[in-house]
C-alpha cells in the first residue's frame, strides 16, 4: 500500500524502482546518465532513505534533468547554480540528504565559482558530477573537460583548451572526500554513491559519463581501457593526501575509487553550535538586531 508521498506503509523492503518518477528518460540511447539514475536509485535502496528526507538539485543541462526521474523532492533549477540551492536548502533544513547533481558544464564552467565555497565549508551535500567533457544538452560544445585537441562544434580544428582535473580542484578546495566512478561499473558507483552518502560532510563524486552522440560510443572503450580502481592497490589509504594527489595527477591512467577521506567538522554543525550560543543567556529583539547594524 502507498502513502501520501507513494513510499510503502508496510514493512515491505524498499527497492530501488520505489525511487524512480516513472517519467521516461529522454536521453540519447547508450548515454551513460541511465546508469547514474540507476546508481543513484540504488544508492538510496541500500541506504533506506525514506524519499519524502531526499531532496536531488540540479541545473541545466542533460545530466541535470535526473531530478524529474526520481519520486524523492526535486528541483531542476538554473544553470550553474545547483550547489548554492543544495546550500541552503541543506543548511535550512540539516534533516534532509540533499544530492547536487549535473554536468560538466554546469558545475565547473558557468557554476564552477561556487564549488570551492561549498567544498572549503564542508557543507554537508553530495555532489555527484556526470563528467561526459562536452555540452550536451545545447548540442556538443566544447566544456572545460574536454581533452585537447578534440573536435566539437565550437573546435573544428581541434579543442586548444588545456581541460581542468576535477579530482585535483577538488584537493586542493580541501574537500573531505574525493572520489570518482564511471557510468561503465554501476556497482562501482553505487558503492561510491553509499560512502558519499553516509561521510558526514561535503562529499565530491566525479562520474566519467560517455555522451555517445557528442563524443561518440568509443568514449566507453576509452574509458574501460584506461581504468583502475586504486582501492586494489596493496598501499591503499584514502586518508593518505599525498596518494590521493598521486592518484588526481597521474595521466597513466583513469583512477576509480575514494581517493581522498577525511572527516571533519562541517559547516552545518558550527552553525548549529553558533546559533545555541547566540541564543544563551539572551533573548534577541528586532530592535537589538537592527542596533548591531546602526552604529
Ligand atoms: C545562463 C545560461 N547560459 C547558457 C545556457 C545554455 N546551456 C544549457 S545547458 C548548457 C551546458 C550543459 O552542459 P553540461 O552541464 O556538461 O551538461 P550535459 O548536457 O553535458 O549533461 C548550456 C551552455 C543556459 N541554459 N543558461
Ligand atoms: S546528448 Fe549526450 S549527454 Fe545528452 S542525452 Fe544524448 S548522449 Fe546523453
Ligand atoms: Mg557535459
Redesign the pocket.
Known sequence: MADFFGGKMTEEKITPKDYLSGLKPIWCPGCG?FAVLNAVAKAMATMELKKENVAVVS??????RLPGYLSTYGFNS??GRALPIAAGLKLSRPDLTVLAV??????FS?GGNHLPHIARRNIDVKCIV?D?G?????KG?V?PTTPLGEKTVTTTYGSIEDPIQPLKLLLSYEASFVAQSTSLDLNHMVSTIVAAMKHKGFAFVNVRSP?VTYRGKEQYDVIRQRSKYIDKEPDYDPADMRKAWHHAITPEYISLGILYQKPRDTYDERQLRLREAAKAGREWTLEDVMKGFIK
Not at 59 to 64: N, R, T
Not at 102 to 107: L, M
Open positions: 546518465d541545473g541545466i543541462g542533460c545530466s541535470s538554473i544553470h549535473g554536468g560538466d558544464g554546469d558545475i558557468i556526470m561526459n562536452i555540452y550536451g544538452l545545447t560544445q566544456s555522451c
